[in-house]
């Protein structure tokens, strides 16, 4: 009766935890470019262009690629696999809206499976600036959401996306 009672415990705790565990996630951060609107745009509707300022290629300069389609078009696969600090997945573009955002699904396989929706939006701010706010959201599966409670995913993806825009902000404002 005792490992009873000890089991259904256990068992309650954890029905508890994923009630309170947060169900979805949502990552943004943004940027002001000193750049056209238009050529910002254009600039970031090319997934390979991502090589160039992305945090996660900083983080393994060897990643291995694959790519499908027509890069800055709707339905264009890019996969990778890298070190651990990256993991394995690819980027798919699901939609365009020219001057104002693309949008695309992430699949991770690697550290942990997850589907994400990814979006990079720009915004005319005038006199030659652009604002670029670039994230992702998703769903926490139970039970992975339970670790949720203790990971803040927005402090920990924050800080790469806030790296990724600063160095595109330096690349498309040097060039």
Do not use: C
């Not at 690819?90 to 550290?111: C, G, S």
């Not at 929706?117 to 959201?137: C, P």
């Amino acid at each position: 009766m005792f490992f009873f009672l000890i089991a259904l415990l256990i068992v309650a705790i954890i029905v508890m935890l994923a009630f309170l565990a947060p169900k979805r996630y949502e990552v943004t951060r943004s940027v002001i470019i000193d750049r056209p609107h238009s050529g910002v745009f254009e600039y970031l509707k090319y997934i390979k262009n991502q090589d160039h300022w992305s945090p996660w290629k900083k983080k393994d300069p060897n990643i291995k690629q694959e790519y499908f389609g027509i890069d800055g078009e709707v339905g264009f696969i890019a996969k990778w696999e890298g070190n651990s600090d990256v993991g394995s997945g690819e980027q798919e573009i699901i939609e365009i809206v020219q001057n104002d955002r693309i949008e695309a699904d992430l699949r991770f396989i690697r550290p942990w499976k997850s589907t994400s929706h990814a979006i990079t939006k720009v915004e005319n701010l005038g006199k030659m600036q652009t604002k670029v706010t670039w994230g992702f959201s998703g769903e926490n599966k139970f039970p992975a959401n339970i670790f949720m409670l203790f990971y803040n995913m927005d402090k920990a993806a924050g800080k790469d996306f806030e790296d990724g825009l600063n160095s595109l902000k330096a690349l498309l404002e040097k060039g």
